[in-house]
């Protein structure tokens, strides 16, 4: 009789497990395929508006039911959690990449190109990439082997967001500086006249900013496949910033919620940042705000990363494919695009949104914020992606040594250099 019931007692725990693994995999009591869609979206930068896409999804469908997750530190912090995820074979079906871990992603993960979704499920959306976007976007999500990892979703660039009052208290042009010579200047005469600091860079968990800062001066952070930052124009345009940090003491380094909240609550004058947070910025501030095109080097042209990412499928069946597919065609909708742009920022990638009656034609003539992001697209460059396995230990390598040049405990000749080193080690490995 003992044997008897632990047999039935096993049985049973096999079939509840049974019955919990098919839940997780993704159905739902009512019969919809339940998948998984992970983003970087926090609060401040368009964390509601992703909660509102899902709810609206959701509502209107009937077969697909989507589980929205939030992953901290950005495009770093997720893949992190993916590759702890997809060892464990929990691989979620939608996921947002970074466009400076394209090809870290498609070396190391599973996925499926959109295109071989629809071809084989969605037969009357086969031109819906080629109608929708223009080649150079569609192109940002092709990997250094020309393959179409996924879809163009959030473009953003960095822009200067000025306190015109606190420009206007120390004397200098309202409209802000042209130059990062002058961004220099300014937030010397801002400190000196008014007390308070007068720049933030931002400093979250990637390198994108520091990019935009080294290649308008002439720098390339990649060049064949190998780290070249450490030229004599990187050295320079990350001097002026540890300058600005450690001497002149007229520049924040702290945190990117912190530094962006400093800025919010009038206590820094200029803060370079995405167009991204633009939505928080302008519901925030309660100053006479402004965002202007980023600051060029003199007598250079400005280059600036394409910052944000695309969605890639990482569904592991049909099944979740299908359904990956209906809500990421759902977020490339005209009023789904439109509702993107509004909440966060971003420069929407499809080409027919910004003159779309029920799109963003009116939203675009009322907001002024978003013109230095939209005038300023023909500057954009793509965010530097170090290939192979190297990626995210590369890119760790740049955040550990920003640290370091802006704390000053390295000089920012010595620690690019041997960090270039370091990485191109990697890369070769």
């Not at 096993?10 to 993704?26: K, P, Q, T, Y």
Request: charged share 25%.
């Amino acid at each position: 009789m003992k044997r008897f019931l632990q047999t039935i007692c096993f049985i049973a725990l096999m079939l509840f497990l049974v019955a919990c693994n098919s839940e997780a995999a993704g159905t739902t009591e009512d019969g919809k395929t339940k998948i998984e869609y992970w983003h970087v979206n926090a609060e401040t930068q368009g964390g509601q508006t992703v909660k509102q896409l899902v709810e609206d999804f959701n509502a209107q469908s009937e077969t697909v039911e989507v589980v929205a997750k939030y992953n901290p530190d950005m495009y770093k912090g997720l893949m992190q959690n993916l590759q702890a995820e997809a060892a464990a074979g929990n691989a979620p079906a939608v996921v947002q990449v970074g466009w400076s871990f394209l090809n870290y992603f498609s070396d190391n993960f599973s996925y499926v190109s959109p295109q071989t979704v629809i071809e084989q499920h969605f037969p009357e959306d086969e031109t819906f990439l080629q109608d929708k976007f223009l080649p150079n976007v569609l192109d940002l999500a092709k990997n250094s082997d020309g393959e179409q990892v996924g879809i163009p979703y959030s473009l953003s660039s960095p822009v200067l967001y000025i306190n015109r009052d606190i420009l206007r208290e120390a004397g200098l042009d309202e409209n802000g500086p042209q130059t990062w010579e002058e961004v220099k200047e300014f937030s010397k005469v801002i400190k000196e006249e008014t007390g308070k600091y007068g720049f933030y860079f931002q400093e979250p968990a990637d390198n994108w900013a520091t990019q935009a800062l080294l290649e308008s001066n002439g720098a390339q952070f990649i060049t064949d496949g190998k780290a070249t930052f450490a030229s004599e124009e990187g050295i320079e345009a990350y001097e002026l910033l540890a300058d600005m940090v450690l001497e002149d003491e007229t520049a924040l380094h702290i945190g990117w919620d912190q530094g962006v909240q400093s800025f919010i609550d009038g206590s820094v004058a200029m803060a370079y940042t995405t167009i991204a947070q633009r939505s928080n910025i302008q519901d925030n501030a309660q100053f006479d705000v402004a965002a202007v095109k980023s600051p060029a080097w003199e007598g250079k042209d400005v280059k600036l990363p394409a910052g944000g990412a695309m969605l890639t499928i990482t569904a592991p069946n049909e099944k979740e494919q299908k359904a990956a597919w209906e809500f990421m065609r759902y977020l490339y909708s005209i009023e789904s695009m439109a509702e993107w742009t509004k909440g966060t920022g971003y420069v929407p990638p499809r080409n027919d949104v910004a003159d779309a009656e029920n799109g963003l034609k009116t939203y675009l003539e009322e907001n002024e914020m978003m013109t230095a992001a939209v005038e300023q697209m023909d500057g954009v460059v793509p965010w530097a992606s170090f290939p192979g396995d190297a990626g995210l230990e590369a890119e760790q390598l740049l955040l550990d040594l920003r640290d370091q040049i802006l704390g000053g405990s390295i000089s920012v000749e010595e620690g690019l250099t041997s960090i270039e080193d370091k990485i191109n080690e990697l890369l070769n490995d």
